[in-house]
């Protein structure tokens, strides 16, 4: 007989240790149909998306429409192809945590689509917005953002940004080369990050343009669902009408972007958090050793309880740090910095101490005898570059830094 735990199959004790009391009605509403929705699109392939190898024909497509027809991509939008928030980076927050908590792989996946991407289309003409936003909200397209390169990550200074976009009458041409790109291996389009002379430009570039080059899939450690490329860019023709926001005004718009994202990675780490400690939980109740159960240990019991106080604290930074943005706030620092940096370290936190818990068994892939497997080799693997995708956390406590003492000291 195999046995394969899931998350799925144990309690949740954020029903009985989380209480929401502040937030709006529509959240909660939303955080239940997000629930539902990843359970029935989600769940059921997560430990696939966790661990096959990447490549174009295993982009998780059956996860992705599926979270589209159950209404998630319209999350993040208002107007008659939206939900209809009030909410709308809170509700998106939300349904990340709860993706997240099945897998992480696909919270990223959902950042890039519904977060990065949606909010470099707030900058783009509406006739663009109108051709691509139903799109995007079907599901019936992937949409990548893109600024990363090989040599520019956390920092996006024009010094350090190689790929170069040459203005002509009717728009620009493109050369240079993007590092890993979410969804590139399966989208139309791309919002890119390049430098005209010594300003910023955000584009919209279409990937079967002639001179697009889509590399192949990084093998990577963990997030095996969420494919990354380079993306090669070779005299690219680019319409005027392709420029996000004003001319010059790019680094603005990717910051804009990169703000929300640090958000949702935030969230992405409690649904991570919360699924490593309700495993450790259910595996402190059900193992026997020592003639009772593991959870009579006082030191796992209070190491939960931090970490579950941790978990709490982290969830109230991001639903904070999201309030800010819905409410007009263009920066939400320090709490965007904070939520990032704070929620993505109590996910590995978290994970270590539940493999810990859960011993060899935790450790291992499969029990080849028996079949019987846990995935919390999966999360210790994919909770690490929560700490370092979308500015690394280092870079994060550098900001609050910056709040907190002021840059006239600390530069």
Request: proline letters at 3%.
């Amino acid at each position: 007989m195999t046995s394969t735990l899931t998350t799925h199959e144990v309690p949740r004790t954020q029903d009985t240790m989380s209480h929401d009391i502040w937030l709006p009605a529509e959240i909660a509403e939303l955080r239940a149909d997000a629930r539902r929705a990843v359970e029935e699109t989600v769940a059921p392939v997560a430990r696939r998306i966790g661990s096959q190898e990447e490549s174009v024909e295993n982009f998780p497509w059956d996860a992705f429409r599926g979270l589209a027809d159950a209404g998630m991509f319209a999350v993040p939008f208002d107007g008659p192809l939206g939900r209809g928030l009030h909410h709308r980076m809170l509700g998106t927050c939300t349904v990340t945590e709860e993706i997240a908590y099945h897998s992480s792989s696909m919270a990223g996946v959902y950042d890039g689509q519904c977060i990065l991407v949606p909010q470099a289309l707030s900058f783009a003409t509406e006739y663009m917005q109108s051709q691509l936003l139903p799109r995007l909200i079907s599901g019936e397209q992937a949409f990548s953002f893109a600024t990363t390169e090989p040599d520019a990550s956390s920092d996006l200074s024009i010094e350090t940004l190689q790929t170069v976009a040459t203005e002509t009458d009717t728009g620009f041409v493109v050369n240079g080369r993007k590092r890993w790109i979410t969804n590139s291996v399966v989208a139309k389009w791309a919002a890119v990050l390049v430098k005209t002379g010594q300003r910023m430009n955000m584009l919209l570039i279409d990937l079967t343009a002639d001179g697009v080059r889509v590399g192949a899939p990084d093998l990577k450690m963990g997030h095996r669902g969420q494919i990354t490329a380079d993306i090669v860019l070779d005299n690219v023709v680019v319409p005027r009408e392709h420029l996000l926001g004003t001319p010059g005004g790019g680094l603005s718009v990717a910051l804009s972007c990169l703000t929300r994202g640090r958000i949702g990675i935030g969230a992405a780490g409690v649904g991570v958090a919360q699924a490593a400690l309700d495993l450790a939980v259910h595996r402190l109740r059900t193992r026997q050793v020592f003639g009772g159960p593991l959870g009579r240990m006082q030191h796992w019991q209070f190491t939960l309880a931090q970490r579950a106080t941790e978990i709490e604290c982290a969830r109230s930074l991001y639903q904070k740090a999201a309030m800010r943005l819905d409410l007009g706030d263009r920066a939400a620092e320090p709490e965007a910095a904070m939520a990032k940096a704070y929620g993505t370290r109590v996910a590995v936190d978290t994970v270590r101490d539940s493999l810990q818990i859960h011993g060899g068994f935790g450790f291992a892939r499969q029990i080849a005898e028996t079949g019987e497997s846990v995935r919390l080799e999966e999360l210790y693997r994919d909770a690490k570059i929560l700490e370092i995708f979308e500015g690394a956390n280092e870079l994060q406590q550098w900001v609050i830094a910056r709040n907190l003492i002021g840059r006239d000291v600390t530069g």
